[in-house]
């Protein structure tokens, strides 16, 4: 299924339908504040363990990322955020950074690794957002990383591509625009202090 959704007013008649079919486990490419995404409904085994699958991930040692609509959702995923944590999450978020947490005990047990961490993004994307609104619960999400070596090119921007490559990997496809080609930056905030251990679209502002 290909289908255009607005990228600034998305229409709630579209977003509805994709939530529908995400909760009755189906996958899903979709628009970021980066490169799209391909997720699911974490609530969904059989969708995770489909998208594990693709990804060559071992949900034992990988770190699967949650992308969620706020902080307080956040909160009820991650183990306790303590205060400055907090206040650079605040201060960059929405925005192209995923945030590596302690996971928390509502995180479905496929999501635990043995460092029981988990990644947490909110996108300054409107398609995203009312995704995870409509849901009610975070979407797994992973990116598309072509296997190539070359870096300018490693991720597809144009939807119409997106369909072209992976029209047999993903149930739904989301036109939503043109994408980016640079992933989040990652920061690491499973220890003492906040660590940046990879550069993305944006500085982290402290």
């Known amino acids: 299924m290909f289908i255009e959704i607005h990228p600034i007013t998305p229409e709630q008649r579209k977003i509805k339908q994709v939530a529908d079919l995400l909760k009755a486990g189906k996958t899903v490419i979709y628009p970021t504040d980066t490169v799209y995404g391909l997720g699911c409904d974490i609530f969904n085994h059989d969708a995770v363990d489909k998208i594990c699958r693709i990804k060559r991930l071992d949900p034992d040692k990988a770190m699967l990322t949650l992308v969620c609509k706020d902080i307080s959702q956040v909160a009820e995923y991650a183990w306790q955020i303590d205060n400055e944590v907090f206040r650079v999450m605040k201060k960059n978020l929405p925005g192209p950074f995923t945030f590596i947490l302690r996971s928390g005990n509502s995180v479905p047990k496929l999501f635990k690794n043995r460092k029981r961490t988990i990644g947490i993004r ?4 409107r398609i995203a957002l009312a995704l995870v609104e409509e849901m009610g619960r975070p979407l797994l999400s992973t990116s598309l990383k072509l296997d190539t070596e070359d870096d ?27 994408g980016g080609n640079e992933p989040s930056a990652l920061v690491d905030c499973t220890n003492d202090g906040i660590e940046i251990i990879r550069e993305g679209a944006e ?3 402290f």
């Open 122 to 125: 909110i996108p300054n994307n």
């Open 152 to 178: 300018y090119d490693q991720y597809l921007t144009d939807p119409l591509d997106l369909r072209d490559y992976y029209e047999n990997l993903a149930d739904i496809i989301i036109d939503g625009g043109m």
């Open 203 to 205: 500085e982290l502002k």
